[in-house]
């Protein structure tokens, strides 16, 4: 079983819907959550940082951890075309940077 | 600031030919790591450094070598290509490498090896 699973199927929404987009995990020793975004032909760039349990809002973006669950969440209100871009999940644990990550989602915002 | 910065942008190389992606990062960072994307298996760890000097493995580094002998630079050399090393090599660089700190990547070197 792959450490960290994220369902890589595209997906497309209308502008101002939300996205929502999820990953699960194995590892209980993760302490660290992000969310990367990616545009096309482009290298990832941190989008949502989290420790531990709990959400975070930043603007239009919200992001869940659960680690009861194992389970991390990003939301995207009032999706723009310009949020058209892979989503990756990511974690580590702590005492170490080495990243963890989902396969990603290509996320499409249709105008 | 330049940020991490790859060279080349692409690549073609013939199985069994040598070459040397290049990265650079003038932030001052002690965290450097390569990874590889390819289609439906997200990004791998290939090798990391936690400073000049210092380097492990990561979760796919067969065929792979690194080395770290300044804070800013850290090349990755692959000595024999195989096409299953056909990928997208990206380069990425952390202020520390103990605290989940945000990683920077650079920009990425398309490969393709026939």
């Known amino acids: 079983q792959k450490e960290v699973e994220q369902d890589p199927g595209p997906l497309s929404v209308p502008e101002g819907a939300i996205v929502s987009l999820n990953c699960t995990y194995s590892n209980s020793a993760f302490q660290y959550f992000m969310w990367y975004r990616q545009y096309s032909r482009k290298g990832p760039e941190l989008l949502m940082y989290t420790y531990s349990s709990g959400n975070k809002e930043d603007g239009r973006f919200t992001a869940q951890v659960d680690k009861s669950s194992k389970y991390i969440s990003l939301f995207i209100r009032d999706s723009q075309p310009s949020d058209s871009a892979t989503y990756l999940c990511?974690?580590?644990?702590?005492?170490?940077?080495?990243?963890?990550f989902g396969k990603g989602n290509q996320v499409v915002v249709i105008p | 600031n330049a940020g991490v910065t790859q060279t080349p942008k692409f690549q073609v190389l013939k199985t069994g030919q040598s070459m040397t992606l290049q990265c650079a990062q003038d932030?001052?960072?002690?965290?450097m790591s390569w990874y590889r994307q390819d289609p439906g298996m997200g990004l791998r760890l290939i090798h990391y450094?936690?400073?000049?000097?210092?380097?492990d493995q990561g979760e796919v580094p067969n065929g792979y070598n690194v080395s770290r002998s300044t804070t800013e630079d850290f090349p990755l050399r692959l000595l024999s290509a195989a096409p299953s090393q056909t990928s997208v090599y990206f380069c990425?660089?952390?202020?520390?490498?103990?605290?989940?700190?945000?990683?920077?990547f650079g920009p990425g070197t398309r490969l393709t090896v026939l």
């Open positions: 990511a974690m580590t644990p702590y005492g170490n940077n080495r990243l963890a």
């Open positions: 450094s936690v400073g000049a000097g210092i380097t």
């Open positions: 990425a660089s952390s202020y520390r490498e103990d605290r989940g700190d945000e990683q920077f």
């Open positions: 932030m001052n960072h002690e965290y």
